[in-house]
């Protein structure tokens, strides 16, 4: 039998904001590609398109592929690109290493190539979906990767500058790499502190939805809402998300299938 956790999670602000219908998504994470696991990908696409008819997209938030492989990649990306609806793609630690020939630059624009000319072909970058304004985060180290994320000051620069520009809109952000503390301190975003510092000179962003852990945790701190979803494992977990942006409301659903 199908094990299915339900988490639901209500926040309020008092702002005016338009109004907008609430956004369907699913969250995958983690799913560390290889030649010898890229069935269970299939799975998934093959069972999310049978039973899901109403998901605005879908978005993969890094450690798409387990090392920076483009053939990998290429695999990971024909199989993803058969999703019946919008697919979104985040770069994690594992992703790229620039001396193994797949940098960010050729990555983004591979995505992009396979997935349609809606996908920017930049790591960090912007998409609306029902008076939403997602804003996809990046920093991911390609010269050294190791399994702590940085964000550059021109990341910083860029995000201050996007939530100024959607002030009036709800925002939620999207990165591989968590901004709550984790089990081991090499995991965590290096300049996090300034990185919150940041988020607490705008008053527009609801939820930040990550991945990198491993691990299925919320936590609501300093009127956002971080979650956190379960690595992907063989088609094992996955998370449905809904916003409704006029309250805020963020609802999820932790999909379980390891009991069939």
Request: aromatic share 12%.
């Amino acid at each position: 039998m199908k094990k299915l956790l339900i988490l639901a999670t209500i926040f309020f602000c008092v702002n005016s904001f338009a109004k907008a219908e609430n956004v369907k998504f699913i969250q995958v994470t983690d799913v560390h590609l290889t030649q010898n696991n890229a069935l269970y990908l299939e799975d998934f696409v093959s069972d999310i398109n049978t039973k899901y008819h109403d998901l605005d997209f879908v978005i993969f938030t890094g450690d798409n592929i387990d090392q920076a492989n483009q053939n990998d990649l290429e695999t990971f990306l024909s199989i993803v690109k058969k999703i019946k609806t919008r697919k979104y793609v985040v770069i994690g630690n594992h992703d790229v290493f620039k001396s193994k020939n797949l940098d960010k630059n050729l990555y983004m624009q591979l995505v992009r190539k396979n997935l349609g000319a809606y996908h920017s072909s930049k790591p960090n970058y912007v998409f609306k979906c029902k008076g939403v304004v997602f804003v996809v985060m990046d920093g991911v180290k390609e010269l050294i990767p190791g399994p702590g994320g940085y964000f550059k000051q021109a990341e910083f620069d860029w995000l201050d500058k996007t939530l100024t520009k959607y002030k009036k809109d709800r925002v939620v952000i999207i990165q591989h790499f968590p901004l709550l503390d984790g089990k081991a301190r090499r995991n965590e975003v290096y300049n996090k502190q300034e990185y919150l510092d940041l988020l607490k000179k705008h008053n527009n962003v609801i939820s930040v939805i990550s991945g990198h852990y491993h691990e299925n945790r919320e936590e609501f701190k300093d009127n956002i809402y971080h979650v956190l979803t379960m690595k992907f494992v063989n088609n094992t977990y996955y998370k449905i998300i809904e916003i409704d942006p006029d309250l805020p409301m963020v609802y999820t659903q932790l999909i379980d299938n390891s009991e069939n």
